[in-house]
C-alpha cells in the first residue's frame, strides 16, 4: 500500500484591514479654486498590528493627516473608515501621543496612567492591577509618586504612551513624539515603542521626517511629496527585526529613502 503525502502549504499570516483611507484631500480656509489643498487624493490602508511611518519634508501635511485620522479635524473630501465605521470625531478606538507632552501637571505617574480608565466601569482592583502592569512595562514602577515636573522628557513620553496604551487602542497615532528628545532618550524610546508593539500588537501610524527612524520602526513607510501633499510611494521595509542600526542592509534602506525624500 502506497501512501500519499500531501503537504499543505500554510497560509501566510495576513491580518484584516482595519484602518481605510480613501480619495482624502484638505484644504484650509475658503477652499475656493486658487486655495491651495494642503493633502491631495490620499489613499491607503492599515492592517491589524501595522506599523506605518508616514514620512515627508517638514509642511507636506503629515501632522494635518493625523489630525483627521485621529478625527480632530474634518477632510474636506474623502474618507476615514475604522473597522468599517467612519470618522468622524476623536474616540476611545484611537489614541494620539504628540512631541509635547500632555500630561496632568498636578497629578502623579501613577495618576496620569490611570487617568483615562475612569468612567470605564472597571473595578477599582482591577484598575490598579492594569496601571501597575503598564507602569512596569514603561519602566516607571519606581517613579509612579513623583509629578511631571520631576522626571525627565523621555520619562514624560513613557508616561504619555502608557496612559494611551493603557486604553488598548485599535490605532495609536503618534506625530514625531520623540522630535525633542536628545539621541540617545530617543533611540530608547524607539526600542520602548517596538517592543510594546510586539507585545501588545495594536495598529500605529507614526508621523516622522527622519529617514533613521522611519526605516528602523516601519513595516511600510508611506512618503509624502509637497504642495499639494500628496503619496508618492508606499514603501513595504523587509528588514528582519529586530533591526539593527549597524547594519549593511539598514544603512542601504536607509541610503535608498534619502535618495527618494530628496526627490520629493
Ligand atoms: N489650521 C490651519 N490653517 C491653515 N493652514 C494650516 C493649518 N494647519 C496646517 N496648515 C498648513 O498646512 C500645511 C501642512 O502643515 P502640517 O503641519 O500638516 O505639515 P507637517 O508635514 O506636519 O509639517 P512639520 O513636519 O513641519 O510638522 C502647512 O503649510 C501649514 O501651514
Same mark, same amino acid.
Given at each position: 500500500?502506497?501512501?500519499?503525502?500531501?503537504?499543505?502549504?500554510?497560509?501566510?499570516?495576513?491580518?484584516?484591514?482595519?484602518?481605510?483611507?480613501?480619495?482624502?484631500?484638505?484644504?484650509? #480656509?475658503?477652499? /475656493?479654486?486658487?486655495?491651495?489643498?494642503?493633502? =491631495?487624493? *490620499?489613499?491607503?490602508?492599515?492592517? &491589524? /498590528?501595522?506599523? *506605518?511611518?508616514? @514620512?515627508?519634508?517638514?509642511?507636506?501635511?503629515?501632522?494635518? @493627516?493625523?489630525?483627521?485620522?485621529?478625527?480632530?479635524?474634518?477632510?474636506?473630501?474623502?474618507?476615514?473608515?475604522?473597522?468599517?465605521?467612519?470618522?468622524?470625531?476623536?474616540?476611545?478606538? &484611537?489614541?494620539?501621543?504628540?512631541?509635547?507632552?500632555?500630561?496632568?501637571?498636578?497629578?502623579?505617574?501613577?495618576?496620569?496612567?490611570?487617568?483615562?480608565?475612569?468612567? &470605564? /466601569?472597571?473595578?477599582?482592583?482591577?484598575?490598579?492591577?492594569?496601571?501597575?502592569?503598564?507602569?512596569?512595562?514603561?519602566? @516607571?514602577?519606581?517613579?509612579?509618586?513623583?509629578?511631571?515636573?520631576?522626571?525627565? /522628557? #523621555?520619562?514624560?513620553?513613557?508616561?504619555?504612551?502608557?496612559?494611551?496604551? *493603557?486604553?488598548?487602542? =485599535?490605532?495609536?497615532?503618534?506625530?514625531?513624539?520623540?522630535?525633542?528628545?536628545?539621541?540617545?532618550?530617543?533611540?530608547?524610546?524607539?526600542? @520602548?515603542?517596538?517592543?510594546?508593539?510586539?507585545?501588545?500588537?495594536?495598529?500605529?501610524?507614526?508621523?516622522?521626517?527622519?529617514?533613521?527612524?522611519?526605516?528602523?520602526?516601519?513595516?511600510?513607510?508611506?512618503?509624502?511629496?509637497?504642495?499639494? #501633499?500628496? *503619496?508618492?510611494?508606499?514603501?513595504?521595509?523587509?528588514?528582519?527585526?529586530?533591526?539593527?542600526?549597524?547594519?549593511?542592509?539598514?544603512?542601504?534602506?536607509?541610503?535608498?529613502?534619502?535618495?527618494?525624500?530628496?526627490?520629493?
Amino acid at each position: 500500500m502506497t501512501t500519499r503525502l500531501h503537504i499543505v502549504k500554510k497560509r501566510p499570516d495576513v491580518k484584516p484591514v482595519i484602518l481605510e483611507i480613501e480619495g482624502l484631500s484638505k484644504g484650509f #480656509g475658503t477652499n /475656493g479654486p486658487a486655495q491651495p489643498r494642503v493633502l =491631495e487624493h *490620499i489613499s491607503f490602508s492599515a492592517r &491589524r /498590528g501595522e506599523m *506605518i511611518c508616514i @514620512l515627508g519634508r517638514s509642511g507636506c501635511g503629515k501632522s494635518t @493627516l493625523l489630525k483627521i485620522l485621529a478625527g480632530f479635524l474634518p477632510p474636506s473630501s474623502g474618507s476615514v473608515r475604522l473597522k468599517g465605521r467612519p470618522v468622524d470625531r476623536p474616540g476611545p478606538d &484611537r489614541c494620539v501621543v504628540f512631541q509635547e507632552d500632555a500630561l496632568f501637571p498636578w497629578l502623579t505617574v501613577r495618576e496620569n496612567i490611570a487617568f483615562g480608565l475612569k468612567g &470605564r /466601569g472597571m473595578d477599582h482592583r482591577d484598575q490598579q492591577r492594569e496601571v501597575d502592569r503598564f507602569l512596569s512595562l514603561v519602566g @516607571l514602577a519606581d517613579f509612579e509618586d513623583f509629578l511631571p515636573q520631576d522626571i525627565s /522628557g #523621555g520619562m514624560k513620553q513613557r508616561v504619555s504612551l502608557a496612559r494611551v496604551l *493603557i486604553l488598548q487602542p =485599535e490605532v495609536l497615532l503618534m506625530d514625531e513624539p520623540f522630535a525633542a528628545l536628545d539621541a540617545q532618550t530617543r533611540e530608547e524610546m524607539q526600542n @520602548l515603542l517596538l517592543d510594546l508593539w510586539e507585545r501588545l500588537s495594536h495598529t500605529v501610524v507614526f508621523v516622522t521626517h527622519d529617514v533613521n527612524e522611519a526605516v528602523l520602526l516601519a513595516d511600510r513607510i508611506i512618503l509624502l511629496e509637497k504642495d499639494p #501633499g500628496r *503619496i508618492r510611494e508606499d514603501i513595504t521595509i523587509d528588514l528582519p527585526r529586530p533591526r539593527k542600526k549597524e547594519s549593511d542592509r539598514y544603512f542601504d534602506h536607509c541610503r535608498s529613502m534619502m535618495a527618494k525624500i530628496n526627490q520629493v
